[in-house]
């Protein structure tokens, strides 16, 4: 630990966490108001076609509900992709190799391409958004 009070203060390592940590936390939010605006313009596309008695253009739907499902899937991705940057900083405060080039710079760790992909396969966006086209389906196929 003495050998990294020698290289960089306790002060910048501390506004250096914080800010990486206030990173993850705005790519979560903005995760969950991806899910909440889906619902949201889904939902009043869905009342507007009831009312107007054209379930034909239920499809309509399926827009928003790919489009915040491609950003959802960016966010959760960046997220993770900050929390490796986050926990290779860590793993280098630990061995005394923190330098201080390392406390100015906040990008995300790893291939975003390939994080993407994983993000995919993530609990919290596969069944969300599949719960939203089966609902957009059946809503075409029953209504009326």
């Known amino acids: 630990m ?23 936390q705005r790519m979560a939010a903005n995760s969950t108001a991806s899910k909440a ?9 869905l009342v507007i076609i009831a009312e107007r008695e054209e379930r034909n253009y239920a499809f309509i739907g399926v827009v928003p509900t790919l489009l915040f499902f491609i950003l959802d899937t960016y966010y959760l991705a960046l997220e993770k992709a900050f929390r490796q940057s986050y926990n290779e ?3 280098k405060l630990h061995n005394g190799k923190v330098i201080s080039k390392d406390l100015y710079v906040i990008t995300p760790k790893g291939s975003l391409a390939k994080g ?22 059946i809503f075409r196929s029953a209504i009326f």
Request: aromatic share 12%; net charge neutral; proline share 4%.
């Open 37 to 45: 605006w889906c619902i949201t313009l889904v939902s009043a596309i």
């Open 2 to 24: 003495n050998k990294i009070l020698n290289l960089v203060s306790p002060e910048a390592v501390q506004s250096h966490l914080g800010i990486t940590q206030s990173v993850i």
């Open 116 to 137: 993407f992909i994983r993000a995919i396969c993530s609990v919290s966006i596969w069944p969300f958004y599949i719960t939203m086209l089966i609902v957009i389906w």
């Open 89 to 91: 900083f860590i793993d």
